[in-house]
């Protein structure tokens, strides 16, 4: 059973509008959660990250905001740009820091298109 | 310049047949990973190396071996591919402190297998 799910697969936007994408997670135990973002033909790329001890955490046009008793969480982009269009994946640690083998659990990935 | 290179880029294989798909970084990090990439799925883990000398099974090891070569190279090992071994392969590092957002994907292996 997936621990970290992105319900939606794909979502399309206006460019200029905000784009707002899901992740859900059942282990209790996670507490660092990250996105990332791939290009086709490319490895992810790191984004954006937040510890279970904040609610929030921004950076430029992308927040990433947590609701932990829900165990969920999302993140906005604003304003959305063509160049945003990518696979977005979430993923979630059991700890921020560990000396050696940290692993980090995905979510399927949601498609993101923004249209000029 | 610095990253982690996985080669070959793209491999057609026949039922049966057996590869490796190798992998390097250069930025001195301590653990490695390898993940595969399917439709629907995420990324899942198949096997990392915390550090050089050790290995551990990740959520999808069946049917793969590994190789951590020394601290640079970690490989992975199809013995006898499957259908189901049809996917995009990601190789990763993270460290040396083994923080989280330090993790270095490559490019990935697109792996067919007919």
């Known amino acids: 059973d997936q621990q970290v799910k992105q319900n939606s697969p794909s979502l399309s936007v206006q460019e200029g509008r905000i784009s707002i994408l899901n992740c859900d997670y059942t282990?209790?135990?996670?507490?660092?959660f990250l996105w990332y973002k791939k290009y086709p033909a490319e490895g992810p790329t790191f984004l954006i990250s937040?510890?279970?001890?904040?609610d929030k955490n921004e950076d430029g046009r992308f927040t990433v905001f947590l609701n932990k008793s829900a165990k969920h969480l999302s993140l906005h982009i604003v304003p959305s740009q063509p160049g945003d269009s990518a696979v977005y994946f979430c993923a979630a640690s059991e700890v921020m820091i560990k000396a050696a083998g940290n692993k980090l659990t995905f979510g399927g990935g949601t498609r993101v298109l923004v249209k000029p | 310049n610095a990253g982690v290179t996985q080669t070959p880029k793209f491999q057609v294989l026949k039922t049966g047949q057996s590869m490796t798909l190798q992998c390097a970084q250069d930025?001195?990090?301590?653990?490695m990973y390898w993940y595969r990439q399917d439709p629907g799925m995420g990324l899942r883990l198949i096997y990392y190396?915390?550090?050089?000398?050790?290995?551990d099974k990740g959520e999808v090891p069946n049917g793969y071996n590994v190789s951590r070569l020394n601290k640079r190279e970690f490989s992975l090992r199809l013995e006898s591919a499957a259908p189901s071994q049809t996917s995009v392969y990601f190789c990763?590092?993270?460290?040396?402190?083994?923080?989280?957002?330090?993790?270095?994907f490559g490019s990935g292996t697109r792996l067919t297998v007919v």
């Open positions: 190396s915390a550090s050089e000398g050790t290995t």
């Open positions: 282990n209790s135990m996670f507490d660092y």
């Open positions: 990763a590092s993270s460290g040396p402190e083994g923080t989280v957002y330090g993790y270095t």
């Open positions: 937040i510890s279970s001890i904040k």
């Open positions: 930025m001195n990090h301590n653990s």
